[in-house]
């Protein structure tokens, strides 16, 4: 399973989601212009990420499941 590339292409994706979030949830708590001008924009782009990750997730469960 470790050596399997879209294991580490899933898992990186689900590091960028945590990021993001992270530093979402950072801005939100500084507040501020930023917060404003940016907070729909680092929602969207963690959506995007996470639908990414998930879309992994999924294509990594049927490759092993079909012998990959």
Known sequence: MLTAPLFWLMAAAALAVAAILIFGIGSFAKGG?????NANRIMRWRLLAQFIAVLLLVAFAWSRQSGG
């Open 33 to 37: 212009e930023f917060n404003r001008r």
